[in-house]
């Protein structure tokens, strides 16, 4: 059986049993958390000890991996949370690599790519490529999937060198993709045409954010490629509310599409967009959104819209196992 790299190491693809296909563990950007955090709203402490006490109860649930699509532009630093992987026996938790840009390139790689200041072969392609074949910095810990971004502005000069840097990665290594969409603009379309073009398997391909789309013209356009659909923001009512989007899911198994969906929340521990007021934000704002909402939830409400056992467990164990394979 193939193997995927975990926050532990590499795990036999048929170990990862349940997954969550799209859940971070933090977004807390370092620049902010070590301008604007430290000595004010944020407590390493108890923001790992909070984030294990979370990430184990889920795992109770029957969840056994949960996949992390935090790379650059949402605050990945791999050691916090290697230390939280240490506490989470149950669980495997998958890293990314890429960049989460809606419009702009990093400055770190304006000036350095072909036909540039310093002419030579896109850097960021290197990095992506070292942080799946040899490790992320010096954690020891290698990346599995890679992450881009197409949103409502679409392909931006710097979302495009992004994104054709991300499809070059995985046709050099194999790796799959979860792609950013905006869903009301059907960014997706313009992502898996890029991809297409690159030569990208779009089998690898998680359209991410499309369960915020009810519309399934749209929806079996993208899974008529052949990718994955992300019915990955459960709790996020705010763009489509649960009901909706259960009742999307089961007219979707119905037209015989269980294969292409995978589920999640998009969840975190803990996310810097809201500072201090991160706890109270989520308590009013979105109670559901948190890891166990599917399975406290969804499943039955699943059933209960005509979605079988088969068809769940082909979107939470099988699905996600071929992605990584
Ligand atoms: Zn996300």
Redesign the pocket.
Known sequence: MPTVETLRGPVDVGELGQTLM???VF?VATEHLDNYGKGAWWDEEHRVADAVTKLNAVAAKGVRTIVD??VWG?GRYIPRVQRIAEQVPGLHIIAATGI?SYEELPHQYEHRGPGLIFDCPDPMIDDFVRDLTEGIADTGVKAAFLKCVVEAKGLTPGVERICRAVAQTHVRTGAPITV?TNSFAQSGLIALDLFAKEGVDLRKVVV??SGDSNDLDYLMRLADTGAILGM??FGLDVYNPTAQRVATIAALCQRGYADRMVLSH?A?CFMDYFGGAWDDTLGTLAPNWRYDHIHDDVLAALLDSGVTDDQIEQMLVFNPKRYFS
């Open positions: 799209h859940e971070h977004v699509p935090t949402l989460y950013h991410g954010h990955d923001r998009d975190a």
